[in-house]
Nanobody, 123 residues
Framework: VQLQASGGGVVQAGGSLRLSCAAS????????MAWFRQAPEKGREFVAG????????IYADSVKGRFTISKDDAKSTVYLQMNSLKPEDTAVYYC?????????????????WGQGTQVTVSS
């Protein structure tokens, strides 16, 4: 399975962006997909996750109420709508796929990763 992330860019604080993550194929072992981000000299941080079969969602406290994760089953694509962006949201955003929902927040447990897309929020 290959994941292709896109949609990053430069936006002013308070603005919005939508990230997309397209999977090359539907793997029946995939239980969830998620977005992580990594700022310079920091570890990979969980942002949001979605269960593939039932659509349950979970968010990091830092993005609750501002970001929304969703999926399009027909396109095998996951989206991250980011509103009210802040300079501290600046990072490279990665999408990942995992076969066990209970580990959705743990980057070390992921089976597949996309290549990352840069999001820069200016103040």
């Amino acid at each position: 399975v290959q994941l292709q992330a896109s949609g990053g860019g430069v936006v002013q604080a308070g603005g919005s962006l939508r990230l997309s993550c397209a999977a090359s194929e539907r793997s029946f072992s995939t239980d969830a997909m998620a977005w992580f981000r990594q700022a310079p000299e920091k570890g990979r941080e969980f942002v949001a996750g979605i269960g593939w079969n039932f659509g349950i969602t979970i968010y990091a406290d830092s993005v609750k109420g501002r970001f929304t994760i969703s999926k399009d089953d027909a396109k095998s694509t996951v989206y991250l709508q980011m509103n009210s962006l802040k300079p501290e949201d600046t990072a490279v955003y990665y999408c990942g796929a995992i076969d066990r929902w209970r580990f959705v927040k743990l980057p070390s447990k992921y089976n597949y990763w996309g290549q990352g897309t840069q999001v820069t929020v200016s103040s």
